[in-house]
């Protein structure tokens, strides 16, 4: 469920996309998140920090960050991985739910380089949810990019940390783990083996197209054109709508698609269930500190008869602040 690619060369620009696919409506919205708020963890608030940077970030219910872009260039894609295995939480070592998982680097970093080091160097820890909607136990990973064309995919197996760094790691699907998906793209032809392109909606089929498409693209005459070259990668990729198959976790459709490009900080997002593309330009956001926390709620604006399309930076609206869902929150659910 889900892909993700990085373009590193499009005409001066990186460019990354990714396709969202679930078995179910996610009820994504747009956040504005600026400089100056202060979180925590959400797992026993140990760790507590400020955030750095503003960005725009993609919301699960709005409660969980899962895509998003700060205004450093920094980039960041959580995708599921059915073999993650986080470990017993230890309380010698910080720790972060996997709901603020994504937000943390975000708020924090401006490079890969950085929170790679980061994690490296403390340790981190990653507490495993429940949706308290549905009683899903989320198992997922971590992809970074940013205006470098520096990439790292963070995993946990086993209840260790693996972290690829580096830009070659530039697609990311789901299972199998990732050093098992570059082993088996190494035996498709073009990557040092006989086999041909495969074209099911197997995660490692994916990764495969994902894969060759993306270091095939011409060089773009214009952002436009990155952007719709980026876009024609992850449709490729997408899964199309079908019926639920509870043996295959796998197969859920593409339930939306983001392309961003880190260099001009552009972030945009397409629905697959209606017509119009929007996109925001993170340098048009007032991201300073003590600015509100804004929303573009897609499901209101993209619903309406005609929609909206375009530039929608003026669309966010104030409501309450952005809250993330806590280990606290289900513990006080289940009471």
């Known amino acids: 469920m889900c892909t993700r690619v990085v373009w590193t060369d499009a005409g001066g620009s990186v460019i990354v996309g990714r396709n969202m696919d679930y078995h179910r409506e996610l009820a994504t919205n747009l956040w504005l998140l600026p400089r100056g708020v202060r979180r925590d963890d959400g797992v026993h608030g140990e760790l507590t920090w400020t955030s750095r940077f503003g960005s725009v970030v993609a919301t699960a219910f709005d409660m969980i960050s899962v895509d998003g872009l700060n205004e450093a260039g920094l980039a960041g894609h959580v995708l599921w991985l059915a073999e993650s295995d986080y470990g017993e939480l230890d309380p010698a070592r910080p720790a972060l739910s996997q709901a603020v998982w994504l937000q943390y680097f975000l708020d924090t970093f401006a490079t890969v380089a950085d929170a790679v080091a980061w994690i490296e160097a403390n340790d981190v820890q ?20 940013d205006a470098t064309g520096d990439s790292a995919i963070i995993e946990y197996i086993g209840g260790a940390l693996e972290v690829h760094h580096g830009r070659d790691y530039r697609v990311m699907t789901n299972s199998p783990t990732y050093h098992e998906q570059l082993a088996l793209l190494a035996e498709i032809d073009g990557f040092g083996g006989d086999r041909p392109l495969p074209g099911t909606t197997l995660a490692t089929d994916r990764f495969a197209r994902a894969a060759y498409y993306v270091g095939r693209l011409p060089q773009p005459r214009s952002q436009v054109e990155a952007i719709a070259s980026m876009f024609s990668v992850i449709r490729n990729a997408a899964q199309p709508f079908r019926l639920p ?45 003590g600015a509100p926390q804004l929303v573009l709620d897609l499901g209101s604006h993209l619903a309406v008869q005609g929609g909206v399309a375009g530039n929608v930076g003026d669309r966010f609206e104030r409501r309450a602040d952005l809250r993330f869902l806590t280990l606290a929150d289900l513990a006080h659910a289940e009471s």
């Open 245 to 289: 198959d509870p043996g295959r976790p796998d197969a859920s459709q593409t339930i939306w698609q983001v392309v961003a490009d880190l260099t001009t900080k552009r972030y945009v997002f397409e629905s697959t269930t209606r017509p119009n593309i929007v996109w925001v330009d993170l340098e048009d956001l007032d991201f300073t500190v």
């Open 126 to 145: 990653v507490a495993q949810m429940v949706d308290p909607a549905s009683g899903e136990v989320p198992a997922i990973h971590l992809a970074l990019d």
